[in-house]
């Protein structure tokens, strides 16, 4: 016998006046639909179903279920051969990925903090870049510190040295991009045949740039990026260009967030920045759950944390939401700043080759174990990690030793 629902006797129910005057607010600008929305499935594979919202979700508040409808559903699902509620995206960093059961999972938020210029997002970015190479997958970056076309220069970058390979001796610098540029399109101006040069056909020319430019262009219809604006950009323009984004490639996408204090929140208003961050941070967790997608925010370190030693998740720049709303957080550190005195003072010429490592640490974690250090080194002239970590084997400032 068929199980009756509970929304069955709600779906007529009356709009709450939150909902009209939602639907009053004026509309954000259209977000460009991702070029392929449905690949082909590779020689031998099974294809897999497109993935279908949850009740309704985006729209309204979510329905009662009994279990018995819970059941009903997932199993469905597992029968139109959705299996991604139970199949982690791999951020491709190891061991990050085993500490936190496999990669990112969809309703999650993650939250990653640390002082400025230890290489956030370098990290997000490469991450997201990572989840795009996957033939299924797209990732949605908004950054609010970078235009489009900085973030495409990053990742030039980055693809020259085709981590995690990581061949630097082929590696192209910012600085060295620019200069590929400018003097490939001075010349071309110069010449007497008045041939223009295109930036692609710069870039697939060059002998640095071309197979940089082909690596980028196996996920760029995949990557989408959005310039955002403190003022503008605000939690319901997020949400909703993500709900567009998730009808176009069937809810196959991971939303990052660069960074969580600039996201505006009008037409609320905050007596403070603790008040902000609290909306802020609840918003994109509910924005997780409702869409049923992963959300990957970083956060800014406080006054107070940027002067400590080492910094923790409550040395992030807000409210205790931070602590309370993540499912997971990761904290960056540089490892020659946080090493315990003994590595440095005894051995200073090898405490300097740590310079190049930054320590990601586990801080929160509802599904496994916390307080997990792991390392993995920085190339920063090619804005890019070797994604091949380790676990720290060294002792950092802070670690408590236990006496049996």
């Given at each position: 016998?068929?199980?009756?629902?509970?929304?069955?006797?709600?779906?007529?129910?009356?709009r709450?006046?939150?909902?009209?005057?939602?639907?009053?607010?004026?509309?954000?600008?259209?977000v460009?639909?991702?070029?392929?929305?449905?690949?082909?499935p590779?020689?031998g594979?099974?294809p897999?179903a497109?993935?279908?919202?949850r009740?309704?979700?985006?729209?309204?508040?979510?329905m009662?279920?009994?279990?018995?409808?819970?059941?009903?559903?997932?199993?469905?699902?597992?029968?139109?051969g959705?299996?991604?509620d139970?199949?982690?995206?791999?951020?491709?960093?190891?061991?990050?990925?085993?500490l936190?059961?496999?990669?990112?999972r969809?309703?999650?938020?993650?939250?990653l903090?640390?002082?400025?210029?230890?290489?956030?997002?370098?990290?997000?970015?490469?991450?997201?870049?990572n989840?795009a190479?996957?033939?299924?997958?797209?990732?949605?970056?908004?950054?609010?510190?970078?235009?489009?076309?900085?973030?495409?220069?990053?990742?030039?970058?980055?693809?020259?040295?085709n981590?995690?390979?990581?061949?630097?001796a082929?590696?192209l610098?910012?600085?060295d991009?620019y200069?590929?540029?400018?003097s490939?399109?001075?010349?071309?101006?110069l010449?007497?045949?008045?041939?223009?040069?295109?930036?692609q056909?710069?870039?697939?020319?060059?002998?640095?740039?071309a197979?940089?430019?082909?690596?980028?262009?196996?996920y760029?219809?995949?990557?989408?990026?959005?310039?955002?604006s403190?003022a503008?950009?605000?939690?319901?323009?997020?949400?909703e260009?993500?709900?567009?984004?998730?009808?176009?490639?069937?809810?196959?996408?991971?939303?990052?967030?660069?960074?969580?204090?600039?996201?505006?929140?009008?037409?609320?208003?905050?007596?403070?920045?603790?008040?902000?961050?609290?909306?802020?941070?609840?918003g994109?967790?509910?924005?997780?759950?409702?869409l049923?997608?992963?959300?990957?925010?970083?956060?800014?370190?406080?006054?107070?944390?940027?002067?400590?030693?080492r910094?923790?998740?409550?040395?992030l720049?807000?409210?205790?939401?931070?602590?309370y709303?993540c499912?997971?957080a990761?904290?960056?550190n540089?490892?020659?700043?946080?090493?315990?005195?003994?590595?440095?003072?005894?051995?200073?010429?090898?405490a300097?080759?740590?310079?190049?490592?930054?320590v990601?640490?586990?801080?929160?974690?509802?599904?496994?174990r916390?307080m997990?250090?792991?390392?993995?080194?920085?190339?920063?002239?090619?804005?890019?990690?070797?994604?091949?970590?380790?676990?720290?084997?060294?002792?950092?400032?802070?670690?408590?030793?236990?006496?049996?």
């Amino acid at each position: 016998m068929a199980t009756r629902r509970f929304d069955d006797d709600m779906a007529d129910a009356p709009r709450s006046p939150a909902a009209d005057a939602g639907a009053r607010e004026p509309a954000i600008q259209p977000v460009p639909t991702p070029a392929r929305v449905a690949p082909a499935p590779e020689p031998g594979s099974q294809p897999t179903a497109p993935r279908t919202p949850r009740g309704g979700s985006r729209n309204v508040a979510h329905m009662p279920r009994t279990l018995a409808q819970v059941l009903n559903d997932a199993n469905e699902q597992v029968v139109r051969g959705d299996l991604s509620d139970y199949v982690p995206l791999p951020t491709g960093f190891d061991p990050l990925d085993g500490l936190i059961g496999g990669g990112l999972r969809r309703t999650e938020l993650l939250l990653l903090g640390g002082p400025q210029g230890i290489g956030k997002t370098i990290a997000t970015l490469q991450i997201a870049r990572n989840i795009a190479m996957r033939q299924d997958q797209y990732a949605f970056y908004l950054s609010y510190e970078h235009t489009e076309t900085h973030l495409m220069n990053r990742l030039l970058c980055l693809e020259s040295i085709n981590p995690p390979e990581i061949d630097t001796a082929q590696g192209l610098r910012l600085k060295d991009l620019y200069n590929v540029i400018i003097s490939q399109r001075a010349r071309t101006m110069l010449s007497h045949d008045g041939s223009a040069s295109s930036l692609q056909k710069i870039l697939r020319e060059g002998n640095q740039t071309a197979m940089a430019l082909a690596r980028m262009n196996r996920y760029a219809d995949r990557l989408i990026l959005v310039k955002a604006s403190p003022a503008v950009t605000t939690l319901r323009a997020i949400r909703e260009m993500t709900a567009r984004l998730c009808d176009a490639t069937g809810g196959n996408v991971t939303v990052f967030v660069d960074y969580l204090q600039k996201v505006a929140i009008h037409p609320e208003r905050a007596a403070d920045e603790a008040e902000k961050v609290t909306i802020i941070v609840e918003g994109l967790k509910d924005l997780a759950l409702a869409l049923d997608v992963p959300v990957w925010a970083i956060v800014a370190a406080d006054r107070e944390g940027l002067r400590s030693p080492r910094l923790h998740l409550y040395h992030l720049r807000g409210s205790s939401a931070l602590d309370y709303e993540c499912d997971i957080a990761v904290i960056m550190n540089n490892k020659y700043h946080i090493l315990s005195k003994d590595h440095v003072t005894f051995n200073p010429y090898k405490a300097k080759q740590y310079r190049d490592w930054v320590v990601f640490t586990i801080e929160k974690n509802r599904a496994g174990r916390a307080m997990l250090d792991m390392e993995f080194q920085l190339h920063a002239p090619f804005f890019a990690f070797d994604p091949r970590g380790q676990k720290v084997q060294q002792q950092l400032i802070d670690d408590k030793l236990i006496e049996s």
